[in-house]
C-alpha cells in the first residue's frame, strides 16, 4: 500500500470558508430589489404624454413669438374667425388649421406647419388687437392676445 503525502494546495485554508447561504440571501434580496425598480423605469421611459406636453407647450410659445412678430411688421390684419390674414410688403400671410396642424402659407402657397395636434383653433378681434385661442387634441387650451397698433378688419 502506498500512501501519498498530503499536499497543501488541495486544503481550503482556515478563513476561507466558501459562499454561506446567510451571503446568497443577501445577494439575492438586493438583485430583487434592483429588479423590483425595473418596470417603473420602463414604465417611465414609455410614458411620452409629460414629454409631449411639454412639447407642445414649446410650439406655442414659438408660434406667439413669431405672430407677435409678423403683426408688428405687418401693415394689415384681417381676422376671418378660424383664420388671420396679414399683409406685409405686399405679401399675403396666412394663418389656418389645416387637419391636425396649424399652418402658415404666404401669398397662399407653401404648407409651414406652426403647430401640430390641434383640435381647433379661433381668432378674436379685440380692442387694440386679437386674441389666439387653441385647444390640442388632449383638451389643453391655450390663449394669447397679441396688440396690434394698425386697424383689424373683421370679416
Same mark, same amino acid.
Given at each position: 500500500?502506498?500512501?501519498?503525502?498530503?499536499?497543501?494546495?488541495?486544503?481550503?485554508?482556515?478563513?476561507?470558508?466558501?459562499?454561506?447561504?446567510?451571503?446568497?440571501?443577501?445577494?439575492?434580496?438586493?438583485?430583487?430589489?434592483?429588479?423590483?425598480?425595473?418596470?417603473?423605469?420602463?414604465?417611465?421611459?414609455?410614458?411620452?404624454?409629460?414629454?409631449?406636453?411639454?412639447?407642445?407647450?414649446?410650439?406655442?410659445?414659438?408660434?406667439?413669438?413669431?405672430? $407677435?412678430?409678423?403683426?408688428? =411688421?405687418?401693415?394689415? /390684419?384681417?381676422?376671418? !374667425?378660424?383664420?388671420? &390674414? @396679414? %399683409?406685409?410688403?405686399?405679401?399675403?400671410?396666412?394663418?389656418? $388649421?389645416?387637419?391636425?396642424? =396649424?399652418?402658415?402659407? /404666404?401669398?397662399?402657397? !407653401?404648407?409651414?406647419? &406652426? @403647430? %401640430?395636434?390641434?383640435?381647433?383653433?379661433?381668432?378674436?378681434?379685440?380692442?387694440?388687437?386679437?386674441?389666439?385661442?387653441?385647444?390640442?387634441?388632449?383638451?389643453?387650451?391655450?390663449?394669447?392676445?397679441?396688440?396690434?397698433?394698425?386697424?383689424?378688419?373683421?370679416?
Amino acid at each position: 500500500m502506498v500512501i501519498f503525502p498530503r499536499n497543501d494546495q488541495n486544503v481550503p485554508l482556515q478563513n476561507e470558508k466558501g459562499f454561506t447561504l446567510v451571503e446568497m440571501l443577501i445577494a439575492f434580496m438586493a438583485f430583487c430589489m434592483l429588479a423590483s425598480f425595473f418596470p417603473l423605469a420602463i414604465q417611465t421611459v414609455a410614458s411620452h404624454k409629460y414629454l409631449d406636453q411639454r412639447n407642445q407647450r414649446l410650439e406655442w410659445e414659438v408660434f406667439l413669438s413669431q405672430v $407677435k412678430k409678423e403683426t408688428r =411688421l405687418s401693415s394689415q /390684419v384681417t381676422v376671418l !374667425g378660424d383664420k388671420l &390674414l @396679414l %399683409q406685409k410688403n405686399g405679401d399675403t400671410i396666412l394663418y389656418e $388649421k389645416y387637419g391636425s396642424n =396649424l399652418r402658415r402659407r /404666404v401669398n397662399y402657397t !407653401g404648407h409651414e406647419t &406652426l @403647430l %401640430q395636434n390641434v383640435a381647433s383653433v379661433r381668432f378674436i378681434k379685440t380692442t387694440g388687437g386679437f386674441s389666439i385661442y387653441v385647444q390640442d387634441l388632449e383638451q389643453i387650451e391655450y390663449s394669447a392676445t397679441i396688440r396690434s397698433f394698425i386697424s383689424l378688419e373683421v370679416k
